[in-house]
């Protein structure tokens, strides 16, 4: 056995354990400490390593990606320009941390170079699914012993968020998809674990909930022999997903109650109650859709949770227009404004560690401007380009709407394991053979 043989072999071991411990401790794994850092930011460090690395090993890469790359520049610009008209510090730890999500696209070209390799992964694969199911497992009850080792090794012991166990979930099925040579394993297995997932997405977070539905229709669009095959078929489908639907409701809920309520809802349903109140003495016209509806100029919901996230991007447009900072952001050095505003107590959470806006948007929108936005916005069209006319078909959506949508309404995009996979998915998919000019 030659050294590059054992070499690929404990590089996939650690891939392996890795992505495991990413998937089933989440937020937990990534606050363990190694010589008084957290491995989150030791991997957005290792992202923003890569991220110039790539840049200037551009010419390794063909004419298409190299497109992407240049749209990298012109993000690193945007943060740039926002960082001397702020007069901030590059090496400042906030502004790491606050500028993560633009370090982290780098790992999509990590993705693309380990594509070439897909018939590789099958192994990895199988080990990804078997973790996905052990992350539900754990969800209740997680093992002492874990619990022990992440309170006295992590800055915290936390449960696997909703958003993150969305990107786990995509980040198997699609891997399954493209790796895994016994397809009769890749559907069912997408059958069970999305079914037995549902339940869990409802109590946690109804944005995440909606992503996972978003998933499963548009996976099934592109896999209609799951259930269109023969009546055989169809009826197997519906009956794995039902029965493993109901045992889930069962295993979380104890009953097919599906509510889910906490004091900052109940305050914030005040907030709302008073608002309608006073639309009926005014006798005010209001545009009203679903629980939507408009008062004095701003957008409401009468959804306590909606309507707190609505008021915080709303108050981020108005104040960035008040400040002449639409174009640039607010920049990276701080706390953006609004999240510690004396007349919306209460923003930044009961542990006071709650700094984001909670939409990815807005998130790019407050940090760097509109100029970064558009950048960003043509960076993804550009990946659905470049995708579609290398495969010829959509694909490539099963992942990026679902994934949006999430980040749209979650931190998600702003923390570590999501834009990981997600990244290191978008590449995988983007990858036919050719992606080097050189092929090696």
């Not at 990590?110 to 390799?117: E, P, R």
């Not at 869990?200 to 996976?219: A, E, K, T």
Request: aromatic share 20%; charged share 15%.
């Amino acid at each position: 056995m030659n050294m590059n043989s054992v070499n690929n072999k404990y590089i996939k071991y650690f891939l392996i354990a890795f992505f495991s411990f990413s998937i089933i401790f989440s937020r937990s794994f990534y606050g363990l400490y190694f010589l008084d850092f957290r491995l989150g930011e030791i991997m957005v460090a290792i992202s923003l390593l890569l991220y110039f690395y790539f840049m200037y090993k551009r010419k390794m890469f063909s004419d298409s990606y190299q497109k992407i790359i240049y749209i990298l520049f012109g993000i690193f610009a945007s943060f740039i320009i926002s960082l001397i008209l702020e007069e901030g510090f590059f090496f400042s730890n906030y502004l790491f941390k606050s500028s993560s999500y633009i370090w982290t696209i780098s790992f999509m070209f990590l993705g693309i170079i380990y594509s070439l390799n897909k018939e590789n992964f099958e192994h990895f694969s199988y080990a990804m699914s078997v973790s996905l199911l052990i992350l539900y497992l754990f969800f209740k009850n997680h093992p002492k012993f874990f619990v022990d080792f992440f309170l006295n090794n992590s800055d915290k012991f936390e449960l696997a968020k909703a958003s993150n166990m969305l990107i786990s979930i995509l980040f198997v099925n699609i891997l399954n998809y493209h790796v895994i040579s016994n397809k009769k394993f890749v559907n069912y297995y997408f059958i069970f674990s999305t079914s037995l997932f549902l339940p869990l997405m409802i109590f946690n977070s109804r944005g995440s909930f909606l992503s996972l539905c978003f998933f499963i229709i548009l996976f099934l669009i592109y896999r209609k022999e799951i259930y269109s095959d023969s009546l055989i078929n169809t009826t197997i489908f519906i009956a794995i997903f039902s029965l493993t639907f109901v045992i889930s409701t069962y295993n979380i809920f104890g009953a097919f109650d599906f509510s889910k309520r906490s004091e900052q809802n109940q305050v914030e349903i005040g907030s709302i109650s008073s608002n309608l109140n006073k639309l009926v003495k005014n006798k005010e016209t209001i545009s009203v859709f679903l629980s939507f509806y408009v008062y004095e100029g701003r957008l409401y919901s009468r959804d306590g949770t909606t309507d707190w996230r609505l008021d915080i991007w709303q108050d981020v447009v108005e104040d960035l227009n008040d400040r002449n900072k639409v174009l640039t952001g607010y920049g990276y050095s701080e706390i953006i404004p609004v999240m510690v505003d004396p007349e919306a107590p209460g923003r930044l959470g009961e542990d006071g560690l709650n700094e984001n806006v909670h939409n990815y948007i807005f998130t790019i929108l407050s940090r760097g401007g509109l100029i970064q936005l558009l950048l960003f916005t043509y960076l993804h069209f550009k990946i659905f380009v470049i995708y579609k006319k290398k495969n010829r078909n959509n694909f490539i959506l099963v992942l990026m709407i679902p994934a949006f949508f999430n980040a749209f309404l979650d931190v998600a995009m702003e923390s570590v394991q999501f834009p990981l996979m997600y990244y290191l998915l978008i590449g995988f998919l983007l990858s036919p053979k050719e992606y080097l000019k050189n092929n090696s």
